[in-house]
């Protein structure tokens, strides 16, 4: 038998069918299953035909149910299998006899049990899905979110969509970065949990992404590969034309061990990890927060032209724990030029003030608005600031460690929002990369004032960062991928 030709990805995030076996008429209580999906699609407003498969229902939240595949009318385009192991393989030969184009398989139990005879159903999974042209997700994921698709497995994912795509072995963690990354302002374009990854990979995803206009920056999730070869080509043709962010998995000995028994994934060194993203392109991220973090960047501001930043925010210590910081995760810290530090001098006392790089000027700019009522004077002076900075050609960026709760507890929240729109104000004279530190509030006061701060810099497009040494080493790395590009003689484009 000859195999069929495959359809390509597009089809199988905007399906315009989409049939469901295991969905359950029954209403109420934990049901993770079947049902989940049909809601989700429901939810995101699916325009496309629902049929759920169940043995003995007649209907299913509201949809006419079918016995099974083959006797829903019409052509399918996506099947969701969620049911037994053991039941998937009857189910598999008649999405063949249908002419189903994609199936995914949210069902676990197969090779990542280790047992021989589950692998060997996965094995004829594949065997029969490549006859037939069928491309399968997973098994043992949770499968696909595409807002403008209208696929889901959570309802409360967000329904409008963006420009971020992420693939991940891990549902869960798939799910959680979706969540994460909303909370700061992201919003996606295509997600997909991939499990097993029997079929589709992350290349194969990978080598789709890189063409979809509105798929600006993909992050992953990655525990281990089945065909390193297509992935290293796939990942360095995609970076040279998009940004990726990959967090990987298993780089212990133990967590090694844990992705074997999670996907069946064979994990790699840390060594030879670093090796490859030196090699392709990738930006690394170990954990999520950082990988949300780094993508927000990578959307809000251009990639810094060098590694040379200008530290404002600190005072004492401060000052010199935030130097080292930054030049332990390869930033320099250069002394400003002769020029900015004259232009400083002539609004910025000495007396009480470091005019040098990392800057302890916040008490000259910030505290006198209060205590003397001219705060547009201060403001200006704070615009002067950026402006100078902006002109020294020794500094590439800018990191601003903003102390909201402190800020707040001697201004007042009224004079604090009028900082932070004035802040605004003066950052658009600066034109370079501007990446804001915002520490987390040790008051239930103090983190409500800095996550309206967060708010408004994320509208404003600025990149936000939980701390210092998050921002530090996320900015190093985005440097790294400028010199990247540079030495292959690419010019960022995303």
Partial sequence: MIAKKPYGLERLFHPKSLAVVGASPKVGGFNWGGNNYIEASVSLGFQGKIYPVHPTADTVLGFKSYKSVRDIPGELDLVIFSISYNSVLPVMRDCVEKGVKFIH?????????????????????VRLARQAGIRIVGPNCMGLYCPKGALAWNKEFPRDSGPVSFVSQ???????????????????NKVASYGNACDLQLHDFLNHLVDDEKTKVVGAYLEGLRDGEAFFEAAKRFTRKKPLVVWKGGLTEGGSRASQSHTSAIAGSAQIWEAVCRQTGIIPAYTMSETAATIAALLRQPLPKGVNVAILGGAGGGSVTMTDIAERDGLQVPHLSEGTIRKLEEFIPIQGNIIKNPLDVM????????????????????????????EDPRIDALLFAQRVELFTRVGGRPFMNYFLRRSLDAMKEFQKPIYIVLEKGNTLDGEAARQDAQGQYIRAGIPTFDNFSSAARIIGRLSEYRRYLESRKEEPGF
């Fill in 363 to 390: 008490g000259a700019l910030f505290f006198p608005a209060r205590a003397t009522g001219h705060g547009s004077d201060i403001m200006e002076n704070y615009r002067k600031l950026f402006v100078a900075l902006r």
């Fill in 170 to 188: 891990s549902g869960q963690l798939a799910g959680e970065f979706v969540e994460t990354g909303a909370h700061i302002g992201l919003r996606y």
């Fill in 105 to 125: 398989v949210f069902t676990a139990g197969f090779s990542e049990t280790g047992l021989a005879e589950n692998r060997a159903i996965e094995n004829e999974l």
